[in-house]
C-alpha cells in the first residue's frame, strides 16, 4: 500500500491533519516529519526526519510526500537524495495542496490505488474548491450527465446526512464501490462524477435532500447497487 508523508514547518499543524486524516477511516499509513526539536524555535523542517519518515512510510509499494512551503520542500529534496536509490525511485514529491491533497491521497491509498493514481488523486483535490467559489481563476467542472444507455441498472437514494456528503461519508462511499468490477457512474441533476474519486465526487457539492443516482453495468453491478443503496440507508456511515 502506497505510504503517505506530510512534511510541515509546524508539527502542530501536521498533528492536526492527521487527526483529520484519521477520521477517514483508510488504512493507508500517514507520517509527519513537522517542525524541529528546538522548543525555543520550533518552527523548521529536518531533512533526516523527513527520511526517516520516508523509509517508515514504504513498504515496497512507494511513498506519496506532501509538503507546505519553502524549506519543506528543500528539506523534502534533500532527504530524498540520502536515500538508497531503490527506495529514492519510489518515492514522489507531491505539489498538490497540503490539506485537501493529503485527504484525497489518504483514501486513495487506502483503496490501494498505484502510486500514480494517488498522485494524481492528491494533485485534484483543489477541483472541488475552485469549482465551488465563483471568483476562481481556473474552475473545475464535472462532466454533463448522459442520458443512461440501454444495459445500465440504476439506483437513486436521497442524501439524509445533515451536511451532506463532506469528507468523512464521501471517502467511505468512495471506499465502498472501488472493489467491484463494474462500471460506475454517479449523478446529481445534470452533473456526472466518478465515484471512485474522492475529488471528483466532492465537485458534486451533495447536500442534504439532493438526488443522487448510481448507474452500474458490467460485472457486480446488482451489488454495487445494492452497497450504495445500504450506504445511504446508514446514512453513508456518518
Known amino acids: 500500500m502506497i505510504g503517505i508523508v506530510v512534511v510541515s514547518h509546524s508539527a502542530m499543524l501536521a498533528a492536526g491533519l492527521k487527526a483529520l486524516a484519521d477520521q477517514l477511516g483508510s488504512p493507508a499509513k500517514l ?34 510526500v506532501l509538503m507546505d512551503l519553502g524549506s519543506a520542500l528543500l528539506s523534502a529534496e ?13 518515492v514522489r514529491l507531491s505539489p498538490a495542496p497540503l490539506v485537501e491533497g493529503t485527504l484525497a491521497a489518504v483514501v486513495a491509498a487506502g483503496a490501494g490505488l498505484t502510486l500514480d493514481e494517488v498522485a494524481a488523486e492528491a494533485l485534484g483535490a483543489l477541483g472541488p474548491k475552485q469549482g465551488m467559489l465563483p471568483a476562481s481563476a481556473a474552475q473545475a467542472t464535472t462532466e454533463a450527465a448522459p442520458v443512461a444507455d440501454d444495459g445500465w441498472l440504476r439506483c437513486e437514494v436521497v442524501v439524509d446526512n445533515p451536511h451532506g456528503l463532506h469528507v468523512r461519508p464521501a471517502a467511505r462511499l468512495v471506499a465502498a464501490l472501488r472493489p467491484f468490477a463494474a462500471e460506475l457512474r454517479l449523478q446529481k441533476g445534470e452533473k456526472e462524477a466518478n465515484p471512485r474519486s474522492l475529488s471528483r465526487l466532492a465537485m458534486l457539492d451533495v447536500r442534504q435532500g439532493d438526488r443522487l443516482i448510481l448507474l452500474a453495468q458490467g460485472e457486480d453491478a446488482g451489488a454495487a447497487l445494492s452497497c450504495f443503496q445500504q450506504l445511504a440507508r446508514d446514512r453513508f456511515g456518518d
Do not use: K, N, Q, Y
Not at 522548543?39 to 506519496?64: F, K, Q
Open 31 to 64: 507520517l509527519l516529519a513537522a517542525g524541529v526539536d528546538d522548543p525555543a524555535h520550533p518552527i523548521g523542517t529536518d531533512a533526516i526526519a523527513v527520511m526517516s519518515a520516508m523509509e517508515e512510510a514504504d513498504d515496497g509499494s512507494g511513498v506519496l
Open 78 to 90: 534533500t532527504a530524498l537524495e540520502l536515500l538508497p536509490p531503490e527506495l529514492s525511485a519510489r
